[in-house]
């Protein structure tokens, strides 16, 4: 297709997702006070006065805008199925058979594992995140956390371990462009692993618990996307000709 409809399909496509998360984030907005409980549960049970209500909103909008944040990104991350899909529907006409035989089960694993990250923060690092901080704060202080603060440090690491989980397509791709061997990586895994401390140490709360927790994980997810590039087949030159 000539550059125009490119840009024409591109736009249309944009459009479509635009849609569909405006159209999730309306149905969401609803339930967005009820999804703000869910999120801070964790955080709540640690909580001396959690029955009575033990957070707090310093800002005066607060009450309306975290839940109307909260919402929106939901429903971006509800929709993200359908972004990637666009994605795909996309460049896939540009791709060759090869290429998209390998493409969707990448597509299909990076939604899975970022998913997976999300899941990983909410069930196993938030209750240990929020024991460690509830626990070791000076005693006669009282814990009464602004719900903006705690919306924006869920989101941080929820956001932070579904793209630290995105580690082994990373790899996987590395190693299938070229770029790097398999061979190298092995070599170099001393470097790696300190390299996932000190992204946890960015990434996460300046505590040894959180970073050890997103540290672990990541280099764990990199040997999966090495192994995965060993041992998967390779795409040889011939396979180019097909369309």
Known sequence: MPLVEHLRELRDRMLRSIVVVLVIFIGLYFFSGEMYL??????NALLPDAENGALIATGVASPFLVPLKLA????????MPYILHQVWGF??????????RLAIPLFISSVFLFYAGVAFVY???LPLVFGFFTGSGPEGVNIMPDITNVLDFCLKMFFSFGLAFEIP????LLVRAGMVSAKSLGEKRPYIFISCFVLGMLLTPPDVISQSILAVPMYALFEVGLLMSRFLPSVTPDATSEE
Do not use: G, W
């Not at 460049?91 to 998209?100: C, D, F, N, Q, V």
């Not at 397509?169 to 996987?172: E, L």
């Open 38 to 43: 869910i999120l801070v549960k964790p955080l």
């Open 72 to 79: 929106f990104v939901m429903s971006v991350l509800v929709a």
């Open 91 to 100: 460049i896939a006409p540009a791709l060759y058979k090869h290429e998209r």
């Open 123 to 125: 069930f196993v690092v």
């Open 169 to 172: 397509i990373a790899t996987f």
